[in-house]
């Protein structure tokens, strides 16, 4: 069964970098069939896909964040990690890691979700 | 970026109901489309991917349609579990799009 779990602190101040860790079980995040994704939810908003990072670690952004997120891996924890730096008010939202299968992209498996608020 | 247009927002239903969303595409997304069912405080869960294959152990009263740019969700017998609201994503050209979501309430 793959299972998808977001950690970080759910408090970060404005201008600071909003960092969070996915930790993923079940599945091996250098398996070539997946990619390995960053979507938020912001309140009364849907869904927005920040990013993702395939099994060879080439990254692929929103163009609308691109100049402040980085997504990276660490393959010996079978982790992959989110960076958002100068973060604001409007950065507060519920971050979901998820996977993506490969050959469509279509995202299969999702995480259950960290509330992060942007607050000093 | 493609834009999705789902309607309608909230749908008020009753259990046995048949329940259908669309989804609009600003460009063709051949048959490039997803569905997800989220319910509160959790992760989406995937239903339909490709327009209308059903994800794995999804139950068969859930089926999609569509292709280019508009596609739809039906529910053909509403039951408790499913009031929930639900979202379509295009999966053609990166940066995915979702829609804005339908909340699928009781009547």
């Known amino acids: 069964q793959v299972q998808l779990q977001e950690s970080g602190p759910g408090l970060v101040k404005p201008s600071q970098t909003l960092s969070l860790t996915c930790t993923v079980s079940g599945a091996s995040i250098t398996s070539d069939s997946f990619s390995w994704n960053w979507v938020r939810q912001r309140p009364r908003e849907g869904l927005e896909w920040i990013g993702n990072?395939?099994?060879?670690?080439?990254?692929s952004y929103n163009p609308s964040l691109k100049s402040r997120v980085t997504i990276s891996a660490d393959t010996s924890k079978n982790q992959f990690f989110l960076n958002l730096k100068s973060v604001t008010a409007a950065d507060t939202a519920v971050y979901y890691c998820?996977?993506?299968?490969?050959?469509?992209?279509?995202?299969?498996?999702w995480g259950q979700g960290t509330l992060v608020t942007v607050s000093s | 970026d493609i834009q999705m247009t789902q309607s309608p927002s909230t749908l008020s239903a009753s259990v046995g109901d048949k329940v259908t969303i669309t989804c609009r595409a600003s460009q063709s997304l051949s048959r490039w489309v997803a569905w997800y069912q989220q319910k509160p405080l959790k992760g989406p869960k995937l239903l339909i991917y490709a327009a209308s294959t059903l994800e794995s152990g999804v139950p068969s009263r859930f089926s999609g349609g569509g292709s280019g740019t508009e596609f739809t969700l039906t529910i053909s017998s509403l039951q408790p579990d499913d009031f929930a609201t639900y979202y379509c994503q295009q999966h053609h050209s990166s940066p995915w799009t979702f829609g804005q979501g339908t909340k699928v309430e009781v009547k």
């Open positions: 990072i395939s099994y060879s670690g080439i990254t």
């Open positions: 998820a996977r993506d299968d490969s050959f469509d992209y279509h995202i299969d498996y």
